[in-house]
């Protein structure tokens, strides 16, 4: 009698979570030396070529040390939604495994996680005319405005969107409006499409609050010294239009766009830019705890604690 085949597991995926500042880049260099990997970036900035000093990027020779995909892969002008980070990941990851290697998500996007790992709904596509609409609008009537439309139109997505996060429900909004009902319902009846064919290890850095913040305020002073402004000025006058270069209103360079402007002095600048990424990484944390089955690791990823703690989860779940 022939013997019964043995059942072979799917190929581990790592996924490195955590705030801005917590060192996530930095753990996984180290796992991915230790364990012949390969680095996916899960940034929604990154992923824009000419945005070096703001985007905080893995170096050049961070970047010889071991692959990393998904950095420099738009032109500024280009938009590159989470569908479309989520395809071509999802590309990246099975071709990683193939060729034999450990393939490591990091990034601190969670839009861009949640599409890549739980799919995305196949909702209308976008429209330009009807987005810069409702732009002008709560230009016009004030921040709180595309809360309350959503609000009416679909409470239930409301609940679960941040009054400030205009994106979200800008494209929460244009979905009701295109499908004549609430995207929550839409959601439902249409689901998502879940990556496969892999085992999902989540590690979640959680380092001492008040420490992440020095680390948070003392990198916004480095970007400045390392020349955030010339950097903005230059992509200013490469690119012109500020409306047509989506990443220029991120954190970093939209303060530095305040300072060119002569509405921001430079301390000014640099205080904004530590305060807003203070409250991006609380809403960072506010996401990331309601991904299911993460590890939590109790400090930063450039720390050697950290380091072996994650070496000892991976080699027990491969």
């Known amino acids: 009698m022939a013997p019964k085949p043995q059942c072979q597991r799917d190929p581990l995926l790592v996924v490195i979570l955590g705030p801005t500042g917590s060192g996530k880049s930095e753990l996984a260099l180290h796992v991915a030396e230790q364990f012949s990997g390969e680095i996916v970036s899960c940034d929604s900035v990154a992923v824009y070529r000419d945005f070096e000093i703001g985007t905080a990027k893995p170096s050049r020779a961070d970047r010889a040390r071991v692959p990393h995909h998904l950095i420099d892969v738009a032109a500024p002008g280009d938009p590159f939604t989470a569908g479309e980070y989520a395809r071509q990941a999802r590309v990246v990851l099975h071709a990683t495994v193939e060729r034999g290697h450990l393939p490591i998500v990091v990034g601190g996007t969670g839009l861009y996680l949640r599409a890549l790992l739980e799919g995305l709904f196949p909702g209308p596509q976008r429209s330009e005319e009807l987005r810069e609409r409702l732009r002008s609008r709560a230009s016009e009537r004030g921040s709180g405005y595309l809360h309350r439309l959503l609000r009416r139109l679909d409470p239930a997505a409301?609940?679960?969107?941040?009054?400030?996060?205009?994106?979200?429900?800008?494209?929460?909004?244009?979905?009701?409006?295109?499908?004549?009902?609430?995207?929550?319902?839409?959601?439902?009846?249409?689901?998502?499409?879940?990556?496969?064919?892999?085992?999902?290890?989540?590690?979640?850095?959680?380092?001492?609050?008040?420490?992440?913040?020095?680390?948070?305020?003392?990198?916004?002073?480095?970007?400045?010294?390392?020349?955030?402004?010339?950097?903005?000025?230059?992509?200013?006058?490469?690119?012109?239009?500020?409306?047509?270069?989506?990443?220029?209103?991120?954190?970093?360079?939209?303060?530095?766009?305040?300072?060119?402007?002569?509405?921001?002095?430079?301390?000014?600048?640099?205080?904004?830019?530590?305060?807003?990424?203070?409250?991006?990484?609380?809403?960072?944390?506010?996401?990331?705890?309601?991904?299911?089955?993460?590890?939590?690791?109790?400090?930063?990823?450039?720390?050697?604690?950290?380091?072996?703690?994650?070496?000892?989860?991976?080699?027990?779940?491969?």
């Open 158 to 318: 409301a609940a679960k969107i941040h009054a400030n996060d205009a994106p979200k429900l800008v494209r929460a909004i244009e979905v009701c409006i295109a499908s004549r009902g609430p995207m929550s319902e839409l959601l439902r009846e249409r689901g998502r499409d879940p990556i496969r064919g892999f085992r999902i290890l989540r590690l979640g850095l959680n380092p001492p609050r008040e420490q992440l913040y020095v680390r948070i305020n003392r990198r916004a002073v480095q970007m400045f010294a390392e020349g955030l402004i010339a950097e903005t000025q230059s992509l200013l006058q490469r690119f012109g239009d500020t409306r047509t270069i989506t990443p220029i209103h991120s954190l970093g360079y939209q303060q530095a766009l305040q300072f060119l402007r002569g509405e921001l002095t430079l301390e000014r600048a640099i205080a904004a830019v530590q305060q807003g990424h203070r409250n991006y990484a609380k809403r960072q944390m506010t996401w990331f705890r309601r991904e299911p089955d993460v590890i939590w690791l109790e400090g930063f990823g450039d720390d050697p604690t950290t380091h072996a703690q994650a070496g000892t989860i991976i080699e027990m779940s491969t």
